[in-house]
Each structure stands twice: as structure tokens, then as C-alpha cells.
């Protein structure tokens, strides 16, 4: 039966490890999709680090943009994160928020047809102060714009603070 638990929250609230704790409560051999391109030696080692911290009992999936290509039935599946996709749509269709917006909901549907249990770990970046750069601005749009149509299609709604999940929706 499908799934879909949501999890938000500032940088460093503690989201990821609340999400991986919780999908190896759910199954024994989860899925990790993980969306991040890597564009520096820094994020490069963050993303080993990330790596090393999970176990073998683990499936590892490098997926930047077209996540419901996989095969996922039946599966627990952690997606980390919705950010980090959000912004391969947005800089891969040149920073166009209606196109990348678009194409988001289409593949997020294409994914959530699966019958899975999915959760999905994403920022709140629009909490803050108005950017004075007008490419954050419009990014901060697309992804508050994503994250609110993940929310409604959520079964839960865990926003992070300080490391303490806080229940919103379910």
C-alpha cells in the first residue's frame, strides 16, 4: 500500500537522520534515492561521508532527475532530497520556474504511482529573510511551490526543529 511521509525542515535540523532511522524502522533493506549532483571535491566528501554512515543493508541510488524510472514496488523508499531535485530541473531548464515547476509535479505524480512506501526529505528555504538575488528568489518560489504540492499529496507532515520532528499533517 502507498505511502508518502514527508519531512521538512531547516539545514542541519536533523531531517536526514531522522528519515533514515525512520525508513530502517519500516524495512530491513530500504531504498536510499539520492538526488544530489555533484558539483565540488567538498560536497563530493559530504556525500561519501552520508554514504559511510549508512550500512549494507542499504540500496544506493544515484538519481538526479527522473527518480520513477526505478523499479520500487513493494520497496521503502528514501528520497534525499526534494531540494537538491527541485534544483536540477530548475538549472537544467534555465532557471524557468513554470517549466521546472512542471515538470516536478509530472515526474513527483510518475513516482507516487508506485506502490511504495516513500519518504521524502525536503528544505524549507523560504523561511527567511527576501533574497536580493533574483535567481533565489525564484528558486525559493519553485521549491515552496513543490514542497506545498508534496505536502497535499502526504499522508504525514514531519517539520524538524532542532532535531525533534514535529508532526503537521497525519
Known amino acids: 500500500m502507498r505511502r508518502i511521509i514527508l519531512i521538512t525542515g531547516g539545514a542541519r535540523s536533523g531531517k536526514s537522520s531522522y528519515a533514515e532511522k525512520l525508513a530502517l524502522g519500516l524495512s530491513d533493506t530500504p531504498v536510499y534515492m539520492a538526488t544530489a549532483r555533484i558539483w565540488d571535491e567538498e560536497f563530493r566528501e559530504r556525500v561519501r561521508r552520508h554514504q559511510a554512515r549508512r550500512g549494507p543493508q542499504w540500496t544506493n541510488i544515484e538519481e538526479e ?5 526505478h523499479a520500487l514496488e513493494g520497496r521503502v523508499v528514501l528520497v534525499d532530497c526534494l531540494t537538491l531535485w527541485a534544483t536540477n530541473f530548475f538549472f537544467d531548464l ?5 517549466q521546472a515547476l ?4 509530472a515526474e513527483f505524480d510518475s513516482l507516487i504511482a508506485h506502490d511504495a512506501t516513500f519518504i521524502l526529505v525536503t528544505n524549507e528555504i523560504g523561511m527567511g529573510g527576501t533574497s536580493d ?9 519553485l521549491q515552496g511551490w513543490m514542497n506545498q504540492y508534496a505536502a497535499a499529496r502526504a499522508d504525514e507532515v514531519m517539520l524538524m526543529v532542532s532535531g525533534i520532528p514535529v508532526k503537521i499533517k497525519g
Open 65 to 69: 532527475k527522473f527518480l520513477s524510472r
Open 102 to 105: 512542471a515538470a516536478l509535479q
Open 133 to 141: 538575488n533574483e535567481i533565489q528568489r525564484r528558486f525559493t518560489d
Open 94 to 98: 534555465e532557471s524557468d520556474v513554470d
